[in-house]
């Protein structure tokens, strides 16, 4: 038979009957007579009765593997029940299909690689991504060694499935191509490393055998390096060949980009956390035998700050006043946050003339108007001072709410003080009243995120200064924090989801003549009205 290619003949029952030269070639056994089991392929056995049971030609070729070639048979049905089997040289195309998936499921890892670490910002769990990824489908093991933190180098440790931790003092120049990689420098080849010379802490604990193999690669990042891995194989297994070692720099450069920026967004989170800090409402308790309490609430709930504020500065001493300062600076979100920082800084500086509220008002508008913002704010004052039995006020507003006291009876009155904007024109004006509360008895600061918030059955209408005096006025006779919960509450449920503006609340109560009621000798008195 002249064909181009290896052909076998073979009867119903599986032996061969003729063959041409090229398939003597390809199957050294004696073919003529054999059994085709017995000299060819099992899948090409198998597949020859397939096609005898069937009784039609094959429509699909068969494939499969005999010595170092890929071969394709297409089967042919002749007249006396014989099939013809015409086998064609695959070893190419299958070679290719191989290197296709391998590259498709490269790509297809990386992508997904890519997906996990950029997902978390946290830099701890996107190290413990990296080296688990790297430790079980690029090594053995796995270890990143971070920037150093001072002298010592954070360690993560790929190995068995879990990541260690540790931060180690050592020297890079230990492990060949290790303080390159961690400057940001190409990696050597894996060929130059030694892997007897690696020092101990490079080799996970419980690491069995020797290393055979090992690749050190930078992990680049946007302006500087976000470390170096160092991916490990057991001796016995194939060592890193130059295609491994590019596809180790592809992940590492993946892994890079991710780290980098997790551990940005770190260092933002730690500055934005520290500068909030001191752009958040205090936390306000009893001061001088007077009870403060507060209330905040943003118009995102998404942000933390906005424009309005409250503190509370206690006297220099027993007989001093306190201060204490609600506030509205126009806008809303960071921006008004900044200057609501700005005033409360200026307000700590301006504490010595805290006695005179007219000139501390006056220094602050000066400020304002000579600053780069071009918003204003309103703000009320209250100087307050405990004498025996009575809590004294001096209650001076800025172009804010006037604030509203609430009698032990429940009458709310509102306090006559009133007074321009602050940081608009360069003289402002403002009145300051006294006031003087009895135990139990309540002063209310508040902003107009209050009265102003729209709710109700259509979310048109405002809560409005009635609401709030017949809500305060149900507050009679509890203390201060109970007075900001309800009013807070109350002003919540009638938002309900819709938009608002920033709202701050502070109650300032003088609290009930008490006497001592119980004591053990052990444990604090208990203080009733």
Known sequence: MRAP??????????????????????????????????VAPSWLAEAHQRVVLTGEDSTEPVRGRHAQWSLEGHATLGPDGT?????ADDTERARTQAALRSEQERNAFLTEASTQMLASLNLDRCTELAVTLAAEHLADAAV??????????????GFDGSVSHRSLQMDPATVPGLAEALQGFPPVPSRWIDPAVLPDWAVPDGFTGPVGSVVVTPLPGPGFPAGALILLRRSGRDAFGPAEETFARVFAARAGAALSAARLYQGQADVTATLMADLLPPLLRQAQGVEFAGGYRTAKDTERVGGDFYDVHPGAGPGDEILAVLGDVCGKGLDAAVLTGKIRNTLQALLPMADDHQKLLALLNGALINSRHTRFATLVLASVLRQGSLTRLRLTSAGHPAP?????????????????LIGVLPDIRSTTVEASLAPGETCLLFTDGVTEAKGGPLGEVMFGEERLRAALGECAGLPAEAVVERVQMLVSEWIDDNR?????????????????????GHTPGRYTA
């Open 5 to 38: 290619c290896p052909v076998l003949v073979a009867d119903a029952v599986g032996v061969v009957v003729e063959a041409n030269a090229r398939a003597a070639a390809l199957f050294p056994e004696p073919l003529r007579g054999a059994r085709l089991a017995d």
């Open 83 to 87: 099939v013809v089997w015409w086998l």
């Open 144 to 157: 990143l060694v971070a920037p150093a933190a001072g002298k010592r180098h954070p360690l993560a440790i």
């Open 404 to 420: 509203l006291i609430l009698r032990r009876d429940g009458t709310v009155r509102e306090a006559a003080t009133s007074g321009t």
């Open 500 to 520: 608002h503006d920033d709202i701050a609340v502070m109650a300032i109560t003088a609290p009930h003549t008490t006497h001592l009621a119980a004591v053990d």
